[in-house]
């Protein structure tokens, strides 16, 4: 069965940091990428960051400098960790299995989804 299950996420003053987990099970940690993506109320779900298994690594320029895409192939876990988060990253962050792109629609493996709330 192919499942991922985000985990992490909360609610935090700004300026402080959070890691996101991501545990993929069966075909999704073989997806050539790992992704993940976020999606405020009202706006389209964005790209954050992406990984490969060669270690190809991509961040949108809103959270370069500030977040960390990481992997751990034994545990078939990624990870994102946020740094000096910021109210206007506030969104529901989901991990995504697929091919390595900005584009949501290179991605066919999705999570539930974790809440993260930045209050300033």
């Known amino acids: 069965q192919v499942s991922l299950v985000e985990s992490g996420g909360g609610l935090v003053q700004a300026g402080e940091a959070l890691r996101l987990s991501c545990a993929a099970s069966?075909?999704?940690?073989?997806?050539?990428?790992m992704a993940w993506f976020r999606q405020a109320p009202g706006k389209e779900r964005e790209f954050v960051a992406a990984t490969t298994r060669s270690g190809d690594i991509d961040y949108s320029g809103s959270v370069k400098d500030r977040f960390t895409i990481s992997s751990d192939n034994a545990k078939n876990t990624v990870y994102l960790q946020m740094n000096s988060l910021k109210p206007e990253d506030t969104a529901v962050y989901f991990c995504?299995?697929?091919?390595?792109?900005?584009?949501?629609?290179?991605?066919?493996?999705w999570g539930q989804g974790t809440q993260v709330t930045v209050s300033s």
């Open positions: 995504a299995g697929g091919v390595f792109s900005r584009s949501r629609w290179s991605y066919n493996y």
């Open positions: 069966g075909r999704t940690f073989s997806s050539p990428s």
